[in-house]
T-cell receptor, first 110, second 113 residues
Framework: RKEVEQDPGPFNVPEGATVAFNCTYS??????FFWYRQDCRKEPKLLMS???SGNEDGRFTAQLNRASQYISLLIRDSKLSDSATYLC???????????FGAGTTVTVRA | NAGVTQTPKFQVLKTGQSMTLQCAQD?????MYWYRQDPGMGLRLIYY???????DKGEVPNGYNVSRLNKREFSLRLESAAPSQTSVYFC????????????FGQGTRLTVV
C-alpha cells in the first residue's frame, strides 16, 4: 500500500464552482500534513499546512480526519488560476521524510 | 531571495556518462533532500541530509550518490547514467527534517539516451 494516495482526477470544473478532493495516508503516527500546488513543469510550492482543527486560507479549506486517516482540500469560487496539480504531503513511516502523493489535477474552465 | 537554486536546469546524457547535480539553499535550513519525479508516480525521495555532515538513503537510492558539502550545498551524483534515470530531479530544503514544510528548487530535467 502506498503511504499517500490521491485520486488523480482530473477534476474539470467551471469558474466559480467548488471542488473538493481527499487524500488518504497509511501511517497512523503521521504528525505533519501539507497541501502543495504544482504547475505544469514547475517545482511544487506549499499551498497550506493542515492542522488538526482544520484551517482556511482565503478560498482554500483543509481538513484532517485522523480516525479515517485522510486529509481534504476544498476550493471555493474556483478561478482559472487554480488550475494545477495538488499534492498531498504527509510525514511518512519515519520522521525524517515527507511522503508525496502522486497529485490530483484540477482544471478550471471559463 | 534565491531560496533553493539547482543547476543545471536541463541535461542530456549518454548511457554510462556521469554527472553531478548541484543544489544550494540560502535559508539556513538544516535538512536537504533530493527527489525525482516521474509521470504518475509523485515525488520519490532519493537521498536526504538531516543536518550538515549526515546523509541517508531514501526510497530510491540505487545508482546515486550524494555529498553534503556544507550547510548550504547538497549535490547528487550519477556515476553511470542509465535510461531509467531519465526524470525530473528536485532539490528541497527544510528547517526540520520531516516536520516543517520543504522548499523546492526549480528542478533539473535529465534525459539519458
Amino acid at each position: 500500500r502506498k503511504e499517500v494516495e490521491q485520486d488523480p482526477g482530473p477534476f474539470n470544473v467551471p469558474e466559480g464552482a467548488t471542488v473538493a478532493f481527499n487524500c488518504t495516508y497509511s501511517n497512523s503516527a503521521s504528525q505533519s500534513f501539507f497541501w502543495y500546488r504544482q504547475d505544469c513543469r514547475k517545482e511544487p510550492k506549499l499551498l497550506m499546512s493542515v492542522y488538526s482543527s482544520g484551517n482556511e486560507d482565503g478560498r482554500f479549506t483543509a481538513q484532517l480526519n485522523r480516525a479515517s486517516q485522510y486529509i481534504s482540500l476544498l476550493i471555493r469560487d474556483s478561478k482559472l488560476s487554480d488550475s494545477a496539480t495538488y499534492l498531498c504531503v504527509v510525514n511518512g513511516a519515519n520522521d525524517y521524510k515527507l511522503s508525496f502523493g502522486a497529485g490530483t489535477t484540477v482544471t478550471v474552465r471559463a | 531571495n534565491a531560496g533553493v537554486t539547482q543547476t543545471p536546469k536541463f541535461q542530456v546524457l549518454k548511457t554510462g556518462q556521469s554527472m553531478t547535480l548541484q543544489c544550494a539553499q540560502d535559508m539556513n535550513h538544516n535538512s536537504m533532500y533530493w527527489y525525482r519525479q516521474d509521470p504518475g508516480m509523485g515525488l520519490r525521495l532519493i537521498y536526504y541530509s538531516a543536518s550538515e555532515g549526515t546523509t541517508d538513503k531514501g526510497e530510491v537510492p540505487n545508482g546515486y550518490n550524494v555529498s553534503r558539502l556544507n550547510k548550504r550545498e547538497f549535490s547528487l551524483r550519477l556515476e553511470s547514467a542509465a535510461p531509467s534515470q531519465t526524470s525530473v530531479y528536485f532539490c528541497a530544503s527544510s528547517s526540520l527534517t520531516g516536520v516543517s514544510e520543504a522548499f523546492f528548487g526549480q528542478g533539473t530535467r535529465l534525459t539519458v539516451v
